[in-house]
C-alpha cells in the first residue's frame, strides 16, 4: 500500500510540464535502511513460512512462581515457541526450505507491487521514497505488516495519479499469477473430508485455476507455501483496490470519477464491507473482516490530494480502469477467512 501526496503547496504552477519533472535519487544512506528492513522482513517472512507448513510443536510453558513470571507470561512464552520451532526446522530441513519459498514468493509480489508505484512516480518526475518493507514478529500475521512507498511531492495530473495508483496492484497481480498456479498444481489432497479451525477461503483466481488445471480445490488440503504466498498476495491486492482514501483504489476512483464521486463510493464501500464483517462473524465466528473494517475507516478520514491537472484520461487508461476492477474481482472474496 503506498502513501498518497500530500497538499499541494501553493507556490507549485499547476499546469508545470511533466518533462521538466525530476526526482531526486535516492542517497547511499536511504538504500541501506530500505535494504536492511528488506533483509529483517526475509527474516521473519521465513519463520512464518516454516510456522505454516510445520506440524503444531509442543512448547513447555514457563514456570509461573513470582509476580514478576506472571508479568512476563506472554513475551516469554513467545520467545520459547520460536526457539521451539526453529530447532524442529533444524531438524527437518525440508521445513526451513518451505519457509525460503513462502518467503520469497511473498516478498516477490509485495516488491513488485511497490516497485509498480515507484517506477510510474520516477516516470512523471514525482519524489518518492524507496519500498519500505515493515517486519512483523514471525508468529504474528505472516511475518510482515507489508510495505509502502512515500510520495514526497504533488501529483502533476490525473493520468499520473491514475497510472501512480494503479501500477502497484496490477505489477504485484502479475507476479501473483503464476505462484498461484504452482501453488494450485502443488495441492495435496487432504486426508480427512473435513476438520476444525481456521480455513483460508480461495478467491475467484484460485477456482479458476484449479478448474483450468483440473486440480480439486479442498479447504483442508496441506498448505504449501507457494499457494499461501499467493493468497496473501490477491487478498493485500483486493484491499488496496478498495475504492477508499488513499488506498490505490481510491486512486483510480479519484482519477476517473473526480473528487464527489470518491467520496460517495468510498462510504458506499465502506458500508458494504462493515455489513459482510457482521455477516462473516455471525455466520463463520471469523473476527478477520474488523481489520478491513478499521482500515477502511482510518482511510475514509484522509482527505485525497487534487491532482495539478485533471485532463481526460483516454481510451487506454479507460479499458486499464475496466482490466483492474476484473482483478479486483478475481482477488476479493467476501469471507476470506472461515472459522469451523
Known amino acids: ?7 499541494i503547496p501553493p507556490f507549485v504552477k499547476a499546469r508545470q510540464s511533466v518533462a521538466f519533472r525530476v526526482a531526486p535519487r535516492p542517497t547511499t544512506r536511504e538504500w541501506m535502511l530500505h535494504a536492511s528492513l528488506f533483509l529483517i522482513t526475509i527474516i521473519t517472512t521465513t519463520v512464518a513460512g516454516i510456522i505454516f507448513a510445520s506440524p503444531e510443536v509442543e512448547v513447555p510453558p514457563p514456570p509461573l512462581s513470582t509476580v514478576i513470571d506472571y508479568l512476563l507470561f506472554v513475551p516469554q512464552y513467545y520467545l520459547r515457541s520460536v526457539f521451539a520451532l526453529l530447532g524442529f526446522a533444524v531438524q527437518h530441513p525440508g521445513l526451513l526450505a518451505d519457509g525460503l519459498v ?14 509498480g508505484h515507484y517506477v510510474a512516480c520516477r516516470r512523471y518526475g514525482v519524489a518518492a521514497t524507496l519500498p519500505f518493507f515493515i517486519p512483523a514478529p514471525p508468529l504474528f500475521l ?7 512507498i512515500k510520495i514526497k511531492s504533488p501529483i502533476p495530473s490525473r493520468r499520473a495519479l491514475f497510472d501512480i495508483g494503479l501500477a502497484g496492484p496490477l505489477a504485484g497481480f502479475v507476479v501473483a499469477v503464476p505462484i498461484a498456479l504452482v501453488g494450485v498444481l502443488s495441492m495435496q489432497p487432504s486426508v480427512q473430508a473435513g476438520g476444525y479451525g481456521i480455513v483460508f477461503n480461495d478467491p475467484l483466481l484460485f ?13 483442508y488440503a496441506p498448505i504449501n507455501p507457494y499457494y499461501m504466498a499467493a493468497w496473501l498476495g490477491l487478498l493485500v491486492t483486493s484491499l488496496n483496490l478498495m475504492p477508499v482514501g488513499q488506498l490505490d483504489g481510491g486512486h483510480g476512483t479519484f482519477a476517473i470519477f473526480g473528487q464527489r464521486a470518491h467520496r460517495v463510493i468510498g462510504r458506499v464501500a465502506f458500508g458494504v464491507i462493515a455489513v459482510l464483517t457482521v455477516l462473516g462473524f455471525a455466520w463463520y465466528g471469523s473476527p478477520s473482516g474488523f481489520l478491513y473494517t478499521v482500515l477502511l475507516a482510518i482511510m475514509m478520514r484522509v482527505g485525497h490530494p487534487q491532482p495539478e491537472e485533471m485532463e481526460p484520461l483516454g481510451r487506454i487508461r479507460t479499458c486499464m480502469a475496466v482490466v483492474t476492477l476484473i482483478v479486483f474481482a478475481l482477488c476479493f472474496w467476501p469471507f476470506p ?4
Open 1 to 7: 500500500m503506498s502513501e498518497s501526496a500530500q497538499s
Open 102 to 115: 513462502f518467503s520469497a514468493a511473498l516478498l516477490a509480489i509485495l516488491t513488485a507491487h511497490e516497485m
Open 142 to 148: 505472516a511475518g510482515t505488516f507489508g510495505a509502502f
Open 207 to 219: 477456482r479458476l485455476l484449479g478448474r483450468l488445471v483440473g486440480t480439486p480445490l479442498d479447504p
Open 337 to 340: 477467512i472461515t472459522i469451523n
